[in-house]
């Protein structure tokens, strides 16, 4: 069976551009959840969407925004981007909402901001 | 204010001994511990857990040791293999939460 997918691997962005990161859940796993991993620090948790409803944000500015679609895909997008924006971005599915499921994490998008 | 830490950034062992990871936390709310493995180019992987009306969990080789008055875990692995050699990170949450509090991991490695 598939894991998480994302999309890009990596990518290369210069200050102020757009940035889109897919991720593609588990087959049947209908909630999605974006973490944020600077070098050298632990995940940090952006949002997590159930549903297509978003269920929780974590403290991150305004240019993050994210969406999950009908087939319980979901796109992380960043605003405005700053160099403190290079990090490893992960997304995690998992089979219901609350943190009792095991989330299931995909290999990252590896984001670096010029 | 890093409400979950690993105040070891690594450990070295000898294959066969065991390995222990240490984790803090400060948050009263965080009532469910997990650990994740992570390999280079992988994205974390889930190991074993424990809530907080237990003090141990035990799977195989890995034992999950909670003490709630310290607000302290330890992961135990028994004995410990090469395979094992990876960034380990603690995270906890509220057990009726929605999102991980990760601690900021602590590379491990198991030398033959």
């Known amino acids: 069976d598939a894991g998480v997918t994302q999309s890009p691997t990596h990518l290369i962005k210069t200050r102020g551009q757009h940035v889109t990161l897919r991720c593609s859940p588990i087959?049947?796993?209908?909630?999605v959840s974006w973490y944020q991993q600077v070098l050298g620090q632990g995940p940090q948790f952006i949002f997590q969407y159930y549903e297509k409803e978003e269920r929780g944000r974590g403290n991150f500015p305004d240019r993050f925004s994210a969406r999950q679609f009908p087939n319980y895909s979901s796109e992380l997008n960043v605003n405005a981007l700053l160099l403190g924006d290079s990090a490893l971005y992960l997304c995690?599915?998992?089979?219901?909402?609350?943190?009792?499921?095991?989330?299931?994490f995909g290999p990252g998008t590896r984001l670096t901001v010029t | 204010d890093q409400q979950v830490k690993q105040n070891s950034p690594s450990l070295s062992v000898q294959e066969g001994r065991i390995s222990i990871l240490n984790c803090d936390y400060t948050?009263?709310?965080?009532?469910?511990f997990l650990w994740y493995k992570k390999y280079p180019a992988e994205g974390p992987t889930f190991l074993i857990s424990?809530?907080?009306?237990?003090d141990k969990n035990e799977d195989g080789r890995f034992t999950v040791f909670l003490n709630k008055s310290a607000k302290h875990l330890s992961l135990h692995i028994v004995p410990s293999q090469p395979g094992d050699s990876a960034v380990y990170f603690c995270a906890a949450s509220p057990y009726a939460g929605n999102m991980l509090t990760f601690g900021g991991g602590t590379r491990l490695m198991v030398k033959p």
């Open positions: 424990i809530s907080s009306i237990k």
């Open positions: 948050n009263s709310m965080f009532d469910y």
């Open positions: 087959s049947g796993h209908k909630s």
């Open positions: 995690a599915s998992s089979p219901g909402g609350g943190i009792i499921y095991e989330q299931y």
